[in-house]
């Protein structure tokens, strides 16, 4: 099986999950685009005004990623929404009055990946 890398596209012109792309790379899919990203949860909004809807901004080593998780979903992963200190994000790339977002179709808790940096042995 043949894993593909971000940098690799496919004859329809986009790769696909499982590969994670860096925030630094959003600008490259196109609109509606299915994307992965990865990212320590360095905020999490809930706004009384938002109806449901929460806001996530993940940080990876080249910038921020802005990312919505509608109601129905954070019901689905609520655990890793609450939790999480570093998720996986797979969903559809927004671009609307320049800011670019995520909206999330599935959403995984890799904090454990965390301990790993600390591996002498990686």
């Known amino acids: 099986m043949h894993v593909m890398t971000s940098s690799q596209t496919v004859a329809r012109g986009w790769p696909r999950p499982p590969s994670c792309l860096r925030a630094s790379e959003l600008e490259r899919p196109p609109q509606n685009a299915r994307i992965a990203v990865a990212g320590l949860v360095i905020l999490r909004q809930r706004p009384g005004t938002a109806k449901g809807v929460i806001f996530l901004t993940l940080e990876d080593e080249t910038g921020v990623v802005n990312v919505i998780v509608w109601r129905k979903l954070y019901e689905r992963f609520r655990r890793a929404v609450i939790a999480g200190r570093c998720l996986r994000v797979t969903g559809r790339l927004q671009r609307e009055g320049g800011v ?15 301990d790993r940096l600390l591996d002498p042995d990686l």
């Open 100 to 114: 670019t977002h995520v909206i999330a179709e599935e959403i995984e808790d890799i904090s454990p990946l965390l």
